[in-house]
C-alpha cells in the first residue's frame, strides 16, 4: 500500500453537480491536509484536520466541504463548483510535530 | 506573514550541468526549511529538508543549506540528469497551535534538462 492515496485521479464534473474526493493514509498519521494546486500559483492549504478535528480553514467557499471520519480518511465534498475550480487538489498527511508532509498523487479536478 | 520566494522557471539546462534553484524566505522565528519535487503526473515528495540554522539537508545528489543571515534555502546539484526534470517546491513549516504543521510554499520553479 503506498502512503498517501487519493482518489478519483482525474475528474470530471458540471457546475451543478455533487461529487467527492477521497483521500486515504495508511501512515498512522495523526493530521491530514487539502491543498489546491493552480497553475502559475503558489500551493493553496485549503483545510487542515488533526485528530480528526478541523483546525485550520483558509476561507475557502462553501461549495468545498471537508469531512475526517478518522485519522485515516478524508473527503472533500464538491457542490456546484464554479470553472475557476478546476485544479489538482492534493491530500497530504503528517506526524505530529516533525514537519514533514506526504503528499498524494492527486486529484485532478475539471469544472465545465 | 510568513512566505517563500523562489526563482521563475523554466529552468533549461543540459545533462550534466550545475543547478541552481535560489530559495528565499520571511518568518518570524526559526521555521524548518524544504524542498519537494513533483514529477509529471504526480503529487509532491519531499526532496531534503533543514531544521536549523546552518544544517545541510541533501538526497539523491541534491543539497541545500540553511542559512539564516541570508534567509536562504537554495537548492543545488553538481550534475543534473533527463530524470531530474520536475517542478521543484521551496517551502517553510509554520507551526501554530498544536500538533499540526503548515507548510508554506513558494510557486514551484519547473526544471527542464536536455540530453
Known amino acids: 500500500e503506498t502512503g498517501v492515496t487519493q482518489t478519483p485521479r482525474h475528474l470530471v464534473m458540471g457546475m451543478t453537480n455533487k461529487k467527492s474526493l477521497k483521500c486515504e493514509q495508511h501512515l498512522g498519521h495523526n493530521a491530514m491536509y487539502w491543498y489546491k494546486q493552480s497553475a502559475k500559483k503558489p500551493l493553496e492549504l485549503m483545510f487542515v484536520?488533526?485528530?480528526?478535528?478541523?483546525?485550520e480553514n483558509n476561507s475557502v467557499p462553501s461549495r468545498f466541504s471537508p469531512e475526517c471520519p478518522n485519522s485515516s480518511h478524508l473527503f472533500l465534498h464538491l457542490h456546484t463548483l464554479q470553472p475557476e475550480d478546476s485544479a489538482l487538489y492534493l491530500c497530504?498527511?503528517?506526524?505530529?510535530?516533525?514537519?514533514?508532509?506526504?503528499f498524494g498523487e492527486g486529484s485532478r479536478l475539471t469544472v465545465l | 506573514g510568513n512566505s517563500v520566494t523562489q526563482m521563475e522557471g523554466p529552468v533549461t539546462l543540459s545533462e550534466e550541468a550545475f543547478l541552481t534553484i535560489n530559495c528565499t524566505y520571511t518568518a518570524t522565528g526559526y521555521p524548518s526549511l524544504f524542498w519537494y519535487v513533483q514529477y509529471p503526473g504526480e503529487g509532491l515528495q519531499l526532496l531534503l529538508k533543514a531544521t536549523k540554522a546552518d544544517d545541510k539537508g541533501s538526497n539523491k545528489g541534491f543539497e541545500a543549506t540553511y542559512r539564516k543571515e541570508t534567509t536562504s534555502f537554495h537548492l543545488e546539484k553538481g550534475s543534473v540528469q533527463v530524470s531530474d526534470s520536475a517542478v521543484y517546491f521551496c517551502a517553510l513549516s509554520d507551526r501554530y497551535g498544536g500538533a499540526t504543521n503548515k507548510l508554506i510554499f513558494g510557486t514551484g520553479t519547473l526544471l527542464a534538462v536536455q540530453p
Open positions: 484536520y488533526s485528530l480528526e478535528e478541523r483546525v
Open positions: 497530504a498527511s503528517s506526524q505530529e510535530i516533525r514537519g514533514e508532509l506526504f
